[in-house]
Every structure is written in structure tokens, then in C-alpha cells.
């Protein structure tokens, strides 16, 4: 019999991946502002809610159980 010997599910890489690319994609949000130092709306409110958004989503990915026994 072989044993799954990788700490977490597809389901958790998966939702792991997903939130490092929402960072990533947060980050270049942010740098896309063409404001005087990133003080328009990319870089003060829509690039920290997706960057916010892109650092829970790792954390569901780590403690949610996989159905692998």
C-alpha cells in the first residue's frame, strides 16, 4: 500500500498557488499607479485590499483539512 507522504491535498496546493498569484497580482496593481507616489486609488485602495485578500487566502489553504486520511 502506498502512503501519501505530502502534508497537504490538491485542494490546499491549489488554494496555496492561488493566493501567491493574488499577491503577485496586488503588488503589480500597486505599481501600476501612475500618481505621485502611488498616492492615487491603485495604490492606496485597490492594490492593499488585493494584497490583503492574497495573504487570507493562504491561510485557509493551511488549515483546511484534506480528505486524505
Known amino acids: 500500500m502506498e502512503e ?7 485542494k490546499n496546493y ?3 498557488i492561488i493566493g501567491i498569484a493574488v499577491l503577485m497580482f496586488g503588488f ?3 505599481s501600476l499607479d501612475r500618481e505621485q507616489y502611488g ?5 492606496i485602495t485597490l492594490g492593499p485590499i488585493i494584497v490583503c485578500i ?9 488549515f ?4 486524505q486520511a
Open 14 to 16: 491549489t488554494l496555496l
Open 39 to 43: 498616492f492615487g486609488f491603485l495604490g
Open 28 to 30: 503589480i496593481v500597486m
Open 4 to 10: 501519501n507522504k505530502l502534508v497537504f491535498g490538491k
Open 54 to 62: 492574497g495573504f487570507i487566502i493562504p491561510f485557509f489553504a493551511i
Open 64 to 67: 483546511t483539512k484534506s480528505k
